[in-house]
């Protein structure tokens, strides 16, 4: 594929600029000679070849090429509407939904009889770490969530401990850190993440993971410095946490 998100997240802010243009204007961009989209993207002709090799294509020549060819972009998914259902949304298999469903009867099965959850997030997934405590206490579970990874762990026995957490890309350094924290103190860990191959499924005694592509802005901040913004959407996440929580809170009345 021409545009992988591992290669999208290796541009700079510049670059980035040219992969949205290119992304708007697949058909114009194919007809454009490499000087004639410099002109348009008031760069150079240099920085467009250095945006071509980035993407793994000897020069311009032929990354247009792979562009006709392939004619993929990772497309933003912003609402339900643009699928036809939640299976579609979350981009599952046959075979892979009935292995998620496994799995999140396993996770139910270790909430259900856990002393106390715990949800973790940061940013975007600290918000949903929020809804879940609240969501889960709520329905009559108590639960608590940390959204500010620097808050230290505390030093106790956490062997009846669950431990949620939430990172979409499960790359983050801080969460990384602090899943692991809590799994030396003893806790059981589940992890929800966009994908699999990642750090946080890795550390995880039960990684639950949606793949929808992923979206995000360039922010170019005080001295140019670029921020990535995820605008990747939470739906799966929702999603999932209303489903083991439903389920844990419907088994434990069952079981009374």
Do not use: W
């Not at 920085?47 to 060819?69: A, P």
Request: one cysteine or more; hydrophobic letters at 40%; glycine letters at 6%.
């Amino acid at each position: 594929m021409l545009f992988t998100q591992e290669k999208i997240r290796s541009l700079n802010a510049i670059e980035f600029g040219i992969y949205e243009y290119i992304q708007q204007n697949p058909e114009k961009v194919g007809k454009l000679k490499i000087r004639e989209l410099a002109s348009e993207l008031h760069v150079s002709t240099a920085t467009i070849l250095r945006f071509c090799k980035k993407l793994g294509c000897s020069g311009y020549t032929e990354f247009k090429f792979k562009l006709k060819e392939n004619s993929i972009f990772p497309k933003e998914v912003n609402s339900l509407n643009k699928v036809e259902s939640l299976d579609d949304y979350l981009q599952l298999g046959i075979d892979e939904a009935e292995n998620l469903e496994q799995k999140i009867n396993d996770v139910v099965a270790l909430m259900r009889y856990a002393d106390k959850i715990i949800f973790i997030g940061e940013g975007s997934s600290g918000i949903m770490a929020k809804y879940g405590a609240r969501y889960l206490t709520t329905l009559g579970k108590v639960a608590h969530y940390t959204d500010v990874p620097y808050v230290p762990i505390p030093v106790e026995d956490h062997s009846k401990s669950v431990v949620i957490g939430l990172s979409i890309s499960g790359e983050t350094i801080t969460m990384i850190d602090r899943i692991t924290g809590y799994k030396d103190l003893g806790a059981k860990v589940v992890t929800i993440t966009n994908g699999k191959d990642n750090p946080f499924c890795k550390l995880a005694d039960h990684a639950l993971h949606y793949d929808i592509p992923q979206s995000e802005f360039i922010v170019v901040g005080p001295k140019k410095v670029a921020f990535r913004i995820s605008t990747t959407s939470q739906v799966p996440v929702v999603y999932l946490i209303e489903t083991l929580i439903n389920r844990c809170v419907e088994e434990k009345r069952q079981g009374v």
